[in-house]
């Protein structure tokens, strides 16, 4: 039997992972990581290079390492390499930066001995722990367990794309990591916030003056995906003082700046429309059609008709809680306290039953709107190692 077993190797898991080895002193040999991909942050690393993603959001003291500055250390370590460290403002890291401090950190706590490429079908309670049954029917036993998936496997679809995919056109999720848009000569981009203008800017490389985004609204300007604040005591404490768990739920939807994007996004974006090299509509795709040479016509609600050679979808992901097609007989089969918007209610310790243990998006009411990105993952992995 392991001591620690985590379900989910992204950014949450592999947080888990570096806290259990480097503050909890876990051997690599009795720590578990479980996931599909074959190695640590595989979609991270695929959606974005998809996008065409410089450099991070967050500021440079968020990353997987539980010393808050190993990145900016990692980073004067390789003064000599040829690209930029760090961009204003807060010093936000160079994704080739980041990635690389993140392979530096996975060799230093062995990640490889704790791999085990797999997709959790079933966990149950067993002597002493939890039995964690595999898709291939490969069991296995640890004492805890901390479930740290995300919503990858959720992503948005409009009816309209849903309806129009069915029928052949050429339609493709940003991040669909099965299946990549067909290039023909032009391309529309659904979507108004960070991963659409990186996919914009990406695309308009390709495609100069062929390439238009469709936003519901006019573009959004915040630094990050919810304020600051969040980040400490300034807001997290009245949070926290909140016992309605659907009061709680209404201040993480309030709290969040869902279709936001940084103001230097916003200006390439401006620079490249007056450029001629993309177009921006404030508009909404009520249907698609194909036409001929492989083309599809998009009705918008405006009245305009919009001919383009496939469209781009970056409409995020479906916000329903994950896991459940496995989670849900958990839950039924111990009891477990879940809130009305089908979100677990785990402990502030962030223990959903007794060695049962949550991170990312499913801890979310008691981490707040910051629980899916890297410094929930840190707050999250803190609060899990404090109780032991």
Aim: overall charge positive; proline content about 6%.
């Amino acid at each position: 039997m392991k001591k620690w077993l985590i379900i989910g190797g992204g950014i949450q898991g592999c947080t888990m992972a570096s806290y259990l080895r480097k503050s909890l002193y876990i051997q690599a040999n009795d720590m578990v990581v479980i996931d599909p991909k074959p190695r640590p942050l595989e979609n991270w690393r695929k959606f974005t290079e998809k996008l065409g993603m410089a450099y991070l959001r967050s500021p440079s003291i968020h990353h997987l390492d539980p010393s808050p500055f190993s990145l900016e250390k990692f980073a004067k370590q390789h003064r000599d390499k040829e690209f930029v460290h760090f961009y204003a403002p807060y010093d936000r890291p160079d994704l080739q930066l980041f990635n690389k401090h993140c392979e530096e950190l996975f060799s230093q706590i062995d990640i490889e001995k704790s791999w085990v490429q797999g997709k959790v079908s079933g966990l149950t309670k067993s002597t002493k722990g939890w039995l964690v049954t595999l898709a291939t029917g490969v069991e296995l036993k640890a004492k805890n367990v901390v479930i740290a998936i995300g919503l990858s496997e959720q992503l948005r679809w409009p009816q309209w794309a849903l309806e129009g995919k069915a029928l052949g056109a050429n339609i493709a999720h940003v991040f669909d990591e099965k299946e990549n848009l067909k290039e023909r000569g032009s391309v529309v981009i659904v979507g108004g916030g960070i991963s659409a203008a990186h996919a914009t800017i990406k695309w308009s490389e390709m495609l100069p003056g062929k390439v238009t985004l469709i936003t519901r609204h006019p573009l959004t300007v915040h630094q990050f995906d919810s304020d600051p604040g969040w980040l400490g005591p300034k807001y997290m404490n009245k949070f926290s003082k909140i016992e309605c768990f659907k009061e709680r739920r209404e201040a993480i939807k309030a709290a969040r700046y869902p279709g936001s994007l940084p103001s230097e996004l916003k200006t390439r974006l401006e620079k490249s429309k007056k450029q001629g090299n993309i177009d921006i509509l404030i508009d909404e795709v009520l249907q698609v059609a194909t036409v001929k040479e492989e083309l599809l016509k998009l009705q918008l609600k405006s009245g305009e008709e919009l001919v383009t050679g496939g469209v781009l979808l970056a409409t995020g992901f479906e916000q329903k809680p994950p896991g459940m097609d496995w989670l849900q007989l958990l839950i039924k089969t111990y009891c477990l306290p879940c809130a009305t918007c089908g979100y677990p209610i785990p402990k502030p310790s962030l223990e959903w039953e007794e060695g049962l243990y949550l991170l990312g998006a499913l801890a979310e009411l008691q981490l707040g709107p910051v629980a899916r990105n890297i410094s929930g993952a840190r707050r999250g992995a803190e609060r899990i190692i404090s109780t032991f």
